[in-house]
């Protein structure tokens, strides 16, 4: 899954889809994983770096993935 192209981010965890005009706010991990989204990293790489950063259980991370992507899939932000 990719981030559509025309979405807008900001490091601050701002988002705007022009496409729907709607905006949304992330926290910082969240912020972290659309800019690491937008520079082309997969998946596995984006996981992998915030396993190394953070303490977190893998599984926790595994599980929040889902529901974080399956939030972006449903506000439209995702190209598949």
Same mark, same amino acid.
């Given at each position: 899954?990719?981030?559509?192209?025309? $979405?807008?981010?900001?490091?601050?965890?701002?988002?705007?889809?022009?496409?729907?005009?709607?905006?949304?706010?992330? +926290?910082? $991990?969240?912020?972290? $994983?659309?800019?690491?989204?937008?520079?082309?990293?997969?998946?596995?790489? $984006?996981?992998?770096?915030? /396993? +190394?950063?953070?303490?977190?259980?893998?599984?926790?991370?595994?599980?929040?993935?889902?529901?974080?992507?399956?939030? /972006?899939?449903? +506000? +439209?932000?995702?190209?598949?």
């Amino acid at each position: 899954m990719k981030l559509k192209k025309n $979405i807008a981010t900001s490091e601050s965890g701002f988002v705007f889809n022009p496409s729907s005009g709607d905006s949304f706010s992330l +926290n910082s $991990i969240g912020a972290e $994983i659309l800019l690491q989204m937008k520079e082309n990293k997969s998946s596995e790489e $984006i996981k992998k770096d915030i /396993l +190394n950063r953070y303490e977190v259980d893998k599984g926790l991370l595994e599980r929040d993935w889902d529901d974080f992507m399956a939030q /972006l899939r449903d +506000n +439209n932000l995702l190209d598949f």
